[in-house]
């Protein structure tokens, strides 16, 4: 079974500028969340998608905002670039057949974004 | 607000010695608590979890040992080696809250050959 993909890698963007990200979890897997990955801050929440629906939302100004497909792929995206922006994103993607069901978050290989 | 403290944030092991790693949280609505291990370049990777109805868990040479009233848990790494340097995240989740998982501040193990 094929892992998490995320598309770019590597991306190298300017202040001001916007950026799109994209994320396919594993194949049957319902729940898409994204984390930022800073050495400062560590690994964040950004939100979380289930059945194209935003359910969870982290703290995290209105600048970073996401969505997701009926085939449960996401994508986030992050208008007015600032440098503080540059980090790791994550995806992970879960199977979450209910609640109380199973839980296990399996990441992806992240997106490198550096704002010059 | 850091939910979910970690320590400590690097460790130096010899091969074949015991790794220890901590964890506290502070939500009490907390109900699932994984280990992640990251390789440089990489994505974290699921190690093993542990649910608040169980105090251990153990997967080959790692064990979770999880203390409910102190709010605790640990990541214990038997036989250390040095393929298993790397930064190590425990996190918590509310089930009953979605998909969003709180991580400690991450550990950086280095096994010395």
């Known amino acids: 079974k094929a892992g998490v993909t995320q598309t770019p890698r590597y991306l190298i963007k300017t202040r001001g500028q916007q950026v799109t990200l994209s994320c396919s979890p594993i194949?049957?897997?319902?729940?898409v969340s994204w984390y930022q990955q800073t050495p400062g801050q560590g690994l964040q929440f950004l939100f979380e998608?289930?059945?194209?629906?935003?359910?969870n939302k982290g703290n995290f100004p209105g600048r970073f905002s996401g969505r997701q497909f009926s085939n449960s792929r996401s994508e986030m995206n992050v208008s007015t670039l600032e440098l503080g922006d540059s980090a790791l994103y994550l995806c992970?993607?879960?199977?979450?057949?209910?609640?109380?069901?199973?839980?296990?978050?399996?990441f992806g290989p992240g997106t490198r974004l550096t704002v010059l | 607000q850091q939910q979910v403290k970690q320590s400590p944030q690097s460790l130096i092991v010899q091969k074949g010695g015991i790794s220890i790693i901590n964890c506290a949280y502070e939500?009490?609505?907390?109900?699932?608590f994984p280990w992640y291990q990251q390789f440089p370049g990489k994505g974290p990777a699921l190690l093993i979890a542990?649910?608040?109805?169980?105090s251990e868990k153990k997967e080959g040479r790692f064990t979770i040992s999880f203390n409910k009233s102190a709010k605790q848990f640990s990541l214990h790494i038997m036989d250390s080696q040095p393929g298993d340097s790397a930064t190590y995240f425990c996190?918590?989740?509310?089930?009953?809250?979605?998909?969003?998982?709180?991580f400690g501040g991450g550990t950086r193990l280095m096994v010395k050959p």
């Open positions: 992970a993607s879960s199977l979450w057949a209910s609640s109380g069901g199973n839980n296990e978050q399996f």
């Open positions: 194949s049957g897997h319902r729940s």
């Open positions: 998608y289930f059945s194209e629906t935003q359910r």
């Open positions: 939500n009490t609505a907390f109900d699932y």
């Open positions: 542990i649910r608040p109805d169980v």
């Open positions: 996190a918590a989740l509310n089930n009953n809250a979605g998909n969003m998982l709180t």
